[in-house]
């Protein structure tokens, strides 16, 4: 793995002077003005989006992915990225020790002599690797920004649409979207690559940063840059702030656009995410419409979206109808009952495997990002996702939404969930959550 020089390490712990100044309090989504936004359908809109990025780059670019592949899509970011390092670009590049474990040989070479600087999130390179605490939280954000100018925030790994990790090459390509961002909401996703890169770098190199810490003349001022480094933004960008907080209404276009970026970290972001989904679907008045792979939530979660449809709102759930893991349809399934009974209604998508994460609430409130509704994203995993407050942006994905439900086939309200073999089936999945989630570290009432 190659670790950027030492002569680069203040710059990339200190991160730019504007963001740092900018980082807020608030624990809540904090919306900005002034934003332009849109939504990417799969690698095949994402990509080149983002190499026109890194062909125009300028100073730096930041990457954040789960799985970067050595498929056709993965050798041609990889190549864009080691072209930028040596045209002088500061590039860096963290994937997770487990998304990426097939591919860190493979990457180690594109990126050899280019001066890229690859970090490994909680690498699992030995076998005791998974003796150590937390393995089971993962980096599973999907973050690009470049020269904190554009960002690309969603779901998609840098992997092709039409390739499967399990089970190969598929037929039709995988649904999943992600963000392109362009405004002040570009600070906050910067500095969470930023961060994610510097604790990802610190793990593999803690030892020689101790080292450096005890020998310098200010340790202090040595430790606080360090853990300026470290931490996540905390808010959005102050730039194009209206002060408008989660709760308040907007008038769609007033402003354009205004959005919020939510991070779920082990810090102390560790629930954002979900309290912005109960939030806005506490607050529903029309519709829900939530579409994700892997759906289990916890029983907030759950109260939210019977509640909503109890008063009369419409409550779509679109999920997996091919399975790329059994037990994660087992685990969906186990609900199926519990919400078709209040009135929800349950789409599994046919055509193709199904990663997007992505919901509107009403005419105005959307979010598209990495986070699953599953004890994994909600509650260990690294997650990034942006919320939008405006009705365009709103109607976009909404029309995605609803492509995807005709394709999709309906379960019947009169799902078989219930009886001996229900109840069996519910109580396995919540004690193999459990004993998960207790292994992983996780503690509370989920």
Known sequence: MQMAPKADWNADVNGDASAQRNWGRSAQPDFVGGNELRLLRGGDELFPAQAAAIASARHEIWLATYIFHFDDAGAALAAQLAAAARRGLRVRVVVDGFGSRASLPWLRQQFEGSGVAMAVFRPIDRWYSWLQPGQLRRLHQKLCVVDADHAFVGGINIIGDLVDLNHGATEQPRLDFAVALRGPLVLSVAQAARAVWTRAYLGADLGQELLALARSSEPRARLRRIWRGVRSPRSSAKAGRRGVQSGQDLTPGSDPVYAAFVLRDNLRRRRTIEHAYVAAIQSAQTRVDLMTPYFYPG????????????????????????????????????????????????????????????????????????????????????????????????????????????????????????????????????????????????????
């Open 299 to 446: 029983h907030a979660f759950r109260k939210a979206l019977r509640d909503a449809a109890k008063r009369g709102v419409r409550v779509r759930l679109l999920l997996q109808g091919k399975l790329d893991y059994r037990i994660a349809g087992m685990a969906a399934q186990a609900l199926y009952a519990e919400l078709l009974a209040y009135g929800v209604s349950i789409y599994e998508y046919m055509p193709a495997y199904l990663h997007a994460k992505i919901c509107v609430v009403d005419e105005s409130w959307a979010t598209v990002g990495s986070s699953n509704i599953d004890p994994l994203s909600l509650l260990l995993n690294l997650e990034a996702n942006v919320i939008v407050r405006d009705a365009e942006f709103a109607r976009d994905v909404a029309a995605q939404f609803d492509a995807a439900a005709a394709l999709s086939r309906q379960v019947d309200r009169h799902f078989q969930g219930g009886g001996v073999r229900g109840v069996l089936r519910r109580a396995l999945v919540a004690w193999a959550a459990y004993v998960y989630l207790r292994v992983a570290g996780a503690t509370g009432r989920y």
